[in-house]
């Protein structure tokens, strides 16, 4: 008997609408992927091409990734103590400090500009601003106000021998920002990211809800997209939307209308917030808060957006709903489809070896199903591959996942795939059962205890010594029979 393919760990989803997203539904979600953090539009331009790329049908959607993002989709993290609002922001490891410019006028607008990226990373008005200096404006590099303590920088000389400015550097109202390199995830390879840390001054001990009070010149609407998002967010947590019986989007508008705007121009963590607020919807018993109705089409073009973007568990839903050919999708069920959005997501969490621990759960998840896929075979992908099903069943099974352990373990046992190796096969299958006790004794070692396992694995061992081949139900039997004899 083969592998299970209906006994689904609780770390593997099966649908997009059997679990949503941890990080859509608390406005947090994956890391995003790019090694540049370049756009090649304007971020609303860049939104709708990812929304029709990922709409159209096509096997391999661009990832069309405005900046590096952590695994929730934030383009930036931010804590505060009593004296100062720290922000931290992913860059590419090549990013040279004379790369970076702040501004910062005396009201207290703020424009951090990374690059070559064509839209300023954070961008807004600080909640409160430190006194003003003598200038009216600021705009400084990381040549001016870097904080020196990273002396690991690789443009660190070039900085050192650079020409020195014409004239003083203009005030930066006491912000600091820091590059620093990051440890690898995993030893020997590079982390794919360094971190930008900016450090601004508050004038009083008050606690910040946000960075920003507002966009520049007091217009909400112009901050970076993330920071319009916490906006919404904050706006929304205050208005919470009435739980509705009618067709009617309950209040507050002005939120969902700045998360949506916040989604179209490039915010991961919007498009996975409007996602998850599109699959549940407000008419779903405690969902009290949703301000729009339930929308499996609409929650999937969101994740479509997210997963171009470069969103890992976003890539995920999408590969689901192709799996299952739910939410819409114009294919219906295709293997075919959703085998590419494996491949999406796992390049999106930067390879399996990174994704593996950065996003352990999801990676589980993602491997395991591909597996499934792999195995079942049909529905575009042709004739079953239990080659690569034990492929991406041993990644899972590497990190402890019980079902992929049991089913690989049958692998090892009958030879599907990979070859014959009756040891390794009884190692897979007790681990499993040891995560997972509900799964049982394989249907071909029934009946089998501790023992017998370990005679079995003699017996088989015994049988390719003698250079015969080695059929598992034939030396099930023959530790069946010496058992009996044993008996008597």
């Known amino acids: 008997m083969g592998p299970r393919s209906k006994r689904h760990s609780v770390s593997a989803k099966s649908s997009p609408a059997a679990k949503p997203s941890s990080a859509s539904s608390t406005a947090s979600t994956s890391p995003a992927p790019s090694s540049s953090p370049t756009p090649s539009a304007s971020a609303s331009a860049s939104a709708s091409a990812s929304a029709s790329a990922a709409s159209s049908g096509d096997l391999t959607p ?42 910062v006028d005396s009201e207290g607008n703020l424009t951090l500009k990374i690059g070559k990226e064509r839209h300023p990373r954070i961008r807004g008005r600080l909640f409160m601003f430190p006194p003003k200096p003598s200038r009216s404006s600021a705009t400084t590099t990381a040549a001016a106000v870097d904080d020196n303590n990273n002396s690991n920088d690789d443009d660190a000389a070039s900085d050192a021998t650079a020409s020195p400015p014409a004239s003083p550097p203009p005030p930066s109202h006491g912000i600091t920002f820091q590059l620093k390199d990051l440890p690898p995830i995993v030893p020997d390879q590079p982390n794919p990211y360094r971190v930008l840390i900016l450090r601004i001054p508050k004038p009083d001990g008050t606690a910040w809800p946000h960075i920003f009070r507002s966009g520049v010149n007091n217009n909400p609407r112009e901050m970076d997209p993330h920071s319009l998002y916490l906006f919404a967010s904050g706006l929304h947590d205050l208005l919470p939307a009435p739980a509705s019986t009618t067709d009617a989007a309950p209040a507050p508008t002005s939120a969902l209308a700045m998360m949506e705007e916040a989604g179209r121009a490039g915010s991961i963590a919007a498009q996975l917030k409007l996602a998850a607020w599109y699959e549940l919807g407000h008419r779903e018993p ?69 994704m593996a621990v950065e996003q352990r759960a999801l990676f589980i998840a993602v491997t395991f199903r591909a597996g499934l896929m792999m195995m079942e075979g049909g529905k575009g992908l042709g004739d079953p591959d239990p080659v690569m099903a034990a492929l991406f069943w041993d990644m899972a099974a590497k990190l402890g996942h019980a079902q992929s352990c049991w089913n690989l373990g049958i692998f090892h046992l009958n030879g599907f795939g990979i070859p014959v190796d009756v040891r390794r096969g009884v190692e897979l299958v007790r681990a499993g059962i040891r995560a997972a006790p509900e799964l049982g004794m394989p249907p071909q070692l029934e009946g089998l205890n501790d023992a017998d396992l370990d005679a079995l694995v ?20 023959k530790v069946k029979l010496g058992t009996c004899f044993a008996i008597l």
Request: with cysteine; glycine share 8%.
């Open 62 to 103: 661009p990832l069309n990734i405005l900046f590096p993002t952590y695994p929730d989709g934030a383009t930036y993290n931010w804590t505060q103590t009593d004296s100062t609002v720290t922000v931290s922001t992913r860059v590419v490891p090549n990013l040279m400090r004379s790369d970076i410019v702040l501004k």
């Open 286 to 354: 405690g969902t009290l808060g949703i301000p729009v109705a339930k929308d499996a089409e609409a929650s999937l073009r969101w994740h479509q957006l997210a997963a171009v973007a470069g969103n890992a568990e976003a890539c995920y839903i999408v590969m689901t709903a192709h799996a299952t050919g739910t939410h819409g999708v114009a294919s219906g069920v295709s293997f075919r489809h959703a085998m590419e959005w494996v491949r999406k997501c796992i390049e999106c969490g930067h390879g399996e070896h990174i």
């Open 458 to 477: 003699d017996v088989a061992e015994e049988i390719e010594q003698g250079g015969d081949p080695v059929h598992i139900d034939s030396v099930v039997t």
